[in-house]
């Protein structure tokens, strides 16, 4: 059984195009997390969600919107794709307390190529 | 100055070799520490956490310096398959959680 899984793993897509990534875990956690990791393999954070609601959003483009329908999913969804969105992109989740901080584990990763 | 910095890499040593990675944050107020390990096209998984007095996970020890804001990982006898990227991870408290740019380890036999 995994974690935390996210679909598709590899996508390749033309520049202008709308696309998304679906993210679910079965760990119970009430936080969810969407990371990129370009290509000099830099690991940022995106979105992060708690209980459905968004906590963090690092000065992400409006292109990007997540979109959390409960706690178990956290979807990505990308408009008007150029050319810098070429990235591998980790859905994550934690059981955060507060003060302190559980594991985070992660998705395999999606792979996004924009051509 | 960035909020979590790491020795670069890569680092190249021999099976059985010791050797040490840096980490500094720059948040004083941060909360927890830990250490991922990223395999080539895999995704970040926990290696350990790095707790104030020190601990240790078999051929695996972390460091914690308040004072100086500086984590540390050893690794002893160093086999084929630590070669990996590994990632020093700051948690400021709650839900802000920053990961290092990683240091590359390559083992060779």
């Known amino acids: 059984d995994t974690a935390v899984s996210q679909t598709p793993k590899y996508l390749v897509t033309q520049m202008g195009n709308d696309k998304s990534i679906k993210c679910e875990q079965n760990?119970?956690?009430?936080?969810m997390y969407w990371y990129k990791q370009d290509s000099k393999k830099f690991l940022k954070i995106m979105f992060s969600?708690?209980?459905?609601?968004?906590?963090i959003n690092e000065t992400v483009p409006n292109r990007f919107s997540p979109k959390s329908p409960d706690k178990a999913h956290l979807n990505l969804h990308i408009n008007s794709l150029e050319l810098g969105d070429s990235a591998v992109y980790f859905c994550?989740?934690?059981?955060?307390?507060?003060?302190?901080?559980?594991?985070?584990?992660f998705g395999e990763g999606s792979w996004l190529t924009v051509v | 100055r960035k909020e979590v910095e790491q020795d670069p890499g890569p680092f190249n040593v021999p099976e059985g070799a010791t050797v040490a990675f840096n980490c500094t944050y720059s948040?004083?107020?941060?909360?927890?520490f830990f250490w991922y390990r990223q395999d080539c096209r895999k995704e970040p998984k926990l290696l350990m956490s790095?707790?104030?007095s020190g601990n240790e996970d078999g051929r695996f020890t972390a460091q914690l310096n308040r004072a100086s804001q500086y984590i540390s990982l050893l690794i002893r006898d160093s086999k084929l398959s630590d070669s990996a990227t590994y990632l020093c991870?700051?948690?400021?408290?709650?839900?802000?959680?920053?990961f290092g740019a990683g240091t590359r380890l390559f083992v060779k036999a």
């Open positions: 994550a989740s934690s059981q955060v307390v507060v003060r302190a901080l559980d594991t985070i584990y």
């Open positions: 760990l119970g956690h009430d936080t």
């Open positions: 969600y708690n209980n459905k609601e968004l906590i």
């Open positions: 948040n004083s107020a941060s909360q927890s």
């Open positions: 790095v707790y104030s």
């Open positions: 991870v700051v948690n400021e408290g709650g839900f802000k959680t920053i």
